[in-house]
């Protein structure tokens, strides 16, 4: 397939399709800092030097409870872990102490760095996690669009004195795993300066994951062909590790994180599965 430079824009911007997303957003927002009046949360703690290189923890009510670290989106240069704090405490609520994630922006920073930052927080949290009354071996990921990519990066990393790696198991949501379209979206790749032989090193389709990780993918049924394709393209490029789709029609790109808080939402119900909670 020939990607244009129209087609890209169009099927790659959600904001375009998504007429409201700002009032979503702002939902977001508001829905966030009540969480964080009302959880006992740790904010802004330092995994690394960087200035973005900050965790907000959300701390599960029991001991020994299983992580899950949350990677924001925002196309790798924009948006914050403070935004997705209501999720941090829906799933802190069930059992799991989350981990929501900040890393530097495009273009302060190189995706190269950005991957080696999370990588780096991710470590922490399996160091530290013990600090913070959970259980460092039961370890899951998931992640927001470019937090997708960050998720599925993740899964083909190798970790200090481990053969196995630390992660347990990752639901991918609008995740993003082949770069190089992205090269001919130019409402984008203005800020992120990809070249093709970058946009390959950077996807994750051109990797493989280490074995021992399940994982699950979702999109919203209402997202453009390209993030279907890209949905489908993980799953049968990773066929061993890939575990099944979480359907979830009628959901947009935004909306899908505020379905995903949702106790009775089944992609909320395929989370606690994973965490086995």
């Not at 006992?40 to 409870?65: M, N, R, S, W």
């Not at 949501?173 to 984008?188: C, Y």
């Amino acid at each position: 397939m020939i990607f244009t430079e129209e087609y890209c824009n169009q099927q790659y911007n959600p904001r375009l399709s998504v007429k409201n997303h700002l009032e979503i957003m702002q939902g977001w927002q508001r829905k966030s800092e009540y969480a964080r009046m009302t959880w006992d949360c740790k904010l802004d703690v330092a995994y690394g030097t960087d200035q973005d290189e900050k965790l907000d923890i959300f701390i599960a009510p029991q001991p020994d409870a299983p992580c899950l670290i949350f990677i924001h989106g925002g196309y790798w240069r924009g948006s914050d872990k403070s935004e997705f704090s209501f999720i941090a405490k829906a799933f802190a609520k069930a059992g799991a102490t989350v981990f929501l994630l900040n890393y530097g922006l495009a273009p302060r920073v190189t995706l190269e760095t950005i991957v080696s930052q999370v990588q780096r927080g991710v470590q922490w949290v399996y160091d530290n996690a013990h600090q913070y009354g959970a259980n460092a071996q039961q370890l899951y990921l998931t992640g927001h669009s470019a937090g997708g990519h960050l998720t599925a990066m993740m899964m083909t990393q190798s970790w200090a004195d481990q053969p196995n790696s630390i992660i347990k198991g990752a639901i991918t949501l609008s995740g993003l795993f082949d770069l190089e379209p992205l090269v001919q979206a130019s409402f984008l790749n203005t800020v992120l300066q990809l070249d093709t032989p970058r946009a390959q090193q950077l996807s994750p389709i051109h990797f493989s994951p280490l074995k021992n990780i399940p994982f699950w993918t979702c999109v919203g049924g209402d997202e453009s062909e390209e993030f279907h394709r890209q949905n489908e393209l993980i799953a049968k490029t990773w066929p061993d590790n890939f575990q099944g789709d979480i359907s979830m029609p009628g959901c947009n790109h935004f909306d899908l994180m505020d379905v995903f808080s949702q106790p009775e939402s089944t992609l909320y119900n395929a989370t606690l599965k994973m965490l086995q909670i």
